[in-house]
Structure formats: structure tokens, C-alpha cells
């Protein structure tokens, strides 16, 4: 079975740093994108930043460019999302997602879906 378990969510100050970790196992971590997506309550979901493990290409949503960044450790088959210069509005459910896209994508109908991890950002 596809499981995709995000964890690493909590509590932090703006202007603080959180790592998310997504560890993915039950298919091919190599042949697939993993993305890292988030929604707000009362807000659309939304695609945080994504990366190919097949050529390593990776692609952030506007609001966090410059802030996040997404690493993918194929030996651990887990993908990680490195959160700096936090802000209230990053506040949001963190989930990982997979599938088989040719390239990295922040569209949000990927195939699997973990469980979400909560982020809440302090002013």
C-alpha cells in the first residue's frame, strides 16, 4: 500500500524555522514527483513546492519562493520541506502528496495523499 506520512508540524514565532519531513514508502520513490501542499481554514488548498525525484527539478509557489525549500533524500525515501522567515500566514495543514507527473507540478490532483501535519505561526 501507497503511505505517505508528513510529520514535523508545530508551533512557532514569526520569523522562525520548521522542517516537515514526508516519508514515503509502497511504490517507486524515484519515478515519482512528491509535492508539499497546505490549506488554511476556509481557504483553497494550495501548492507549496514540489520536486522530481527523476530529474531532481523543483518548482515553489509564489508566496513561499525564497523561504522554503524542498530537499528529497531517495536513500530514506523521504522528502523534505525546510520552512525559514515563517510568516502568520504560512499557518496552514502541511500534506505530502505523490504521483507520477513527467515533470515537478504544484497542480493538486495528485493520486496519493498522506495525512497533514499543522503548522501555526505566531504573530
Known amino acids: 500500500d501507497v503511505q505517505l506520512q508528513a510529520s514535523g508540524g508545530g508551533w512557532v514565532q514569526a520569523g522562525g524555522f520548521l522542517r516537515l519531513s514526508c516519508a514515503a514508502s509502497?511504490?517507486?520513490?524515484?519515478?515519482?514527483?512528491i509535492g508539499w501542499f497546505r490549506q488554511a481554514p476556509g481557504k483553497e488548498r494550495e501548492g507549496v513546492a514540489c520536486?522530481?525525484?527523476?530529474?531532481?527539478?523543483?518548482s515553489y509557489g509564489d508566496s513561499v519562493k525564497g523561504r522554503f525549500t524542498i530537499s528529497s533524500d531517495r536513500a530514506k525515501n523521504t522528502v523534505y520541506l525546510q520552512m525559514n522567515s515563517l510568516k502568520p500566514e504560512d499557518t496552514a495543514v502541511y500534506y505530502c502528496?505523490?504521483?507520477?507527473?513527467?515533470?515537478?507540478?504544484?497542480?493538486?490532483?495528485?493520486?496519493?495523499w498522506g495525512q497533514g501535519t499543522l503548522v501555526t505561526v505566531s504573530s
Open positions: 502528496a505523490a504521483d507520477l507527473w513527467r515533470m515537478a507540478t504544484l497542480r493538486t490532483d495528485y493520486e496519493y
Open positions: 509502497g511504490f517507486s520513490f524515484g519515478d515519482y514527483v
Open positions: 520536486v522530481s525525484n527523476s530529474d531532481g527539478f523543483t
